[in-house]
Nanobody, 130 residues
Framework: QVQLVESGGGLVQPGGSLRLSCAASGRTFSSYAMGWFRQAPGKEREFVAAIRWSGSSTVYADSVKGRFTISRDNAKITVYLQMNSLKPEDTAVYSC???????????????????????WGQGTQVTVSS
């Protein structure tokens, strides 16, 4: 069974930085794309960023453009989210997501959609506060 294991969350002051990591573990896993979503208390889950495994094209939510950077390590099947200039409104549980190469359920959805992905991590808390 493939698992996504996240790390790197924590408490940071406004203007600070954090780097989240998400590693795919388990049996051989081939990814079409991986991404990050977040959910703040009382709010719906929202898309943050994603990267396609082939070609490495990236997409970002408007709210994080210019501050967050998503990247990947092919050999480790790991995706990173570098978060700079953090704001209190970035406080949320951040979840890693993966869309397996063999996953046909993403047809009809875009990389920004929850249903585009078939694997999810357990989530890691990011708190931005002074």
């Amino acid at each position: 069974q493939v698992q996504l294991v996240e790390s790197g969350g924590g408490l940071v002051q406004p203007g600070g930085s954090l780097r989240l990591s998400c590693a795919a573990s388990g049996r051989t896993f081939s990814s079409y794309a991986m991404g990050w979503f977040r959910q703040a208390p009382g709010k719906e889950r929202e898309f943050v960023a994603a990267i396609r495994w082939s070609g490495s094209s990236t997409v970002y939510a408007d709210s994080v453009k210019g501050r967050f950077t998503i990247s990947r390590d092919n050999a480790k099947i790991t995706v990173y989210l570098q978060m700079n200039s953090l704001k209190p409104e970035d406080t949320a549980v951040y979840s890693c997501a993966a869309s397996s190469t063999a996953y046909s359920g993403r047809i009809g959805y875009t990389i920004f959609d929850f249903s585009f992905y078939d694997r999810w991590g357990q989530g890691t808390q990011v708190t931005v506060s002074s």
